[in-house]
């Protein structure tokens, strides 16, 4: 398979992203999933994706869409497009699995997907994560990953403004 064909090959449907996951808990993967606009990849998010895929077997990440981040973020925002953060993500070894989504949260997805964990940064607290009541209630789990301090894309967005 050609490198990029393999990358592409890891972002999905949701239909499609659906029977996977079927799949892989039927041959007993434990499934992953977190969720981000990951508009300018940085040490923070590559931080959590490793951390979160180790969680598990399987790393499902559930991308916010343009209008989507635009709407959570303001009108200036996303830097890139979603397809380019979604090939950006996939192209991760610990990425299993990209799929975008058009809501402001990724409950729909979650609810979909069933995911064993979900995962979110250390800037979440468990009762502001969404999914987490419906993950839990089937008897998956909920992670927090501690924020890497330092290294956010608004911030980013700001020093390379100053330059």
């Given at each position: 398979m050609h490198k990029l064909q393999w990358v592409q090959h890891k972002i999905f449907e949701r239909e499609n992203l659906v029977r996977e996951c079927n799949i892989w808990r039927n041959t007993g993967k434990k499934i992953v999933f977190t969720n981000g606009c990951f508009d300018i990849l940085h040490h923070g998010h590559l931080d959590l994706l490793a951390r979160a895929a180790g969680h598990g077997n399987i790393l499902i990440v559930g991308i916010n869409t343009d209008s989507s981040v635009q709407r959570l973020k303001g009108p200036s925002r996303p830097v890139n497009n979603e397809q380019d953060r979604?090939?950006?993500v996939a192209s991760l070894l610990c990425t299993d699995a990209v799929c975008l989504f058009d809501e402001d949260t990724p409950e729909t997805l979650i609810n979909l997907l069933k995911p064993d964990?979900?995962?979110?940064?250390?800037?979440?607290t468990i009762d502001k994560i969404v999914g987490?009541?419906?993950v839990q209630s089937y008897g998956g789990s909920v992670e927090i990953i501690p924020?890497?301090?330092g290294y956010s894309t608004t911030s980013l967005i700001e020093r390379i403004q100053r330059l």
């Open positions: 979604a090939f950006q964990v979900l995962v979110k940064g250390g800037d979440y987490a009541d419906f924020f890497v301090n």
